[in-house]
């Protein structure tokens, strides 16, 4: 039987360790979720057929067992009536009946297994379905909170390499400008010291002009006198 088999995996599967392995929990609990439904249609089907069963011979079982609980009946009445004969038949019959019942007992006793064993496939499965639906939830919201997480990390990284770049052009043209403002403002000394020096070329030779004829109309002063 198919489901049987397929129903050991289930029930020596452990729900938590095959969310534990996934790659994206939330699409594993959607399908383990689908997947059970399915199998608890199947599982409830088979149950009743295998209960179906159980019942069946449970119920022959007890009929044998009270045919020849009526058969000792009447082998005692005959004894007692004095019919050696009759309670040989009956006694025979009984015989008869007591070698089907027991065969009729070890088909009660196997099929009373199977059903044990189907409805225990049947609670492990209905608890599994509650255990999935309680924590269906939760775990979706987990993983949204962890996508939206990642995304932001994402966008963080993306943010500060960018910002990064930004910065380190900022710095660049900043260096430019610093390097042609410096040799701006070393051309104009450059060019002030040359201007300069002229000039003071010029009152060197200025002064010393004026001075001397200074002197000189000093002395033509002391010589009239």
């Not at 067992?65 to 038949?89: C, F, I, P």
């Not at 060197?204 to 000093?218: H, M, Q, R, T, V």
């Amino acid at each position: 039987m198919g489901i049987i088999a397929r129903f050991r995996d289930i029930m020596a599967a452990n729900i938590n360790a095959l969310l534990d392995k996934a790659e994206d929990p939330e699409k594993m609990i959607d399908q383990l979720m689908r997947d059970l439904v399915d199998d608890l249609a199947d599982v409830k089907k088979e149950t009743a057929g295998i209960i179906a069963e159980e019942k069946r011979a449970e119920r022959e079982m007890q009929e044998c067992s009270k045919e020849v609980a009526d058969l000792n009946t009447y082998a005692m009445k005959a004894v007692q009536a004095g019919n050696d004969d009759d309670a040989r038949k009956f006694l025979a019959e009984k015989a008869t009946l007591s070698n089907k019942l027991t065969g009729l007992t070890e088909a009660y006793q196997l099929a009373h297994q199977n059903a044990d064993n189907m409805r225990a496939m049947h609670d492990k499965l209905v608890q599994d379905i509650q255990e999935l639906e309680s924590r269906k939830e939760m775990i979706k919201g987990k993983m949204a909170v962890a996508k939206t997480q990642k995304k932001i990390n994402e966008m963080t990284g993306s943010a500060i390499s960018s910002a990064n770049d930004s910065i380190a052009a900022f710095e660049r043209m900043e260096a430019k400008a610093n390097k042609m403002l410096d040799e701006a403002e070393a051309m104009a000394e450059l060019n002030k010291g040359a201007d300069s020096k002229i000039e003071d070329l010029k009152s060197k030779y200025a002064s010393s002009n004026s001075s001397i004829e200074a002197e000189l109309a000093a002395l033509k002063a002391g010589l009239t006198q």
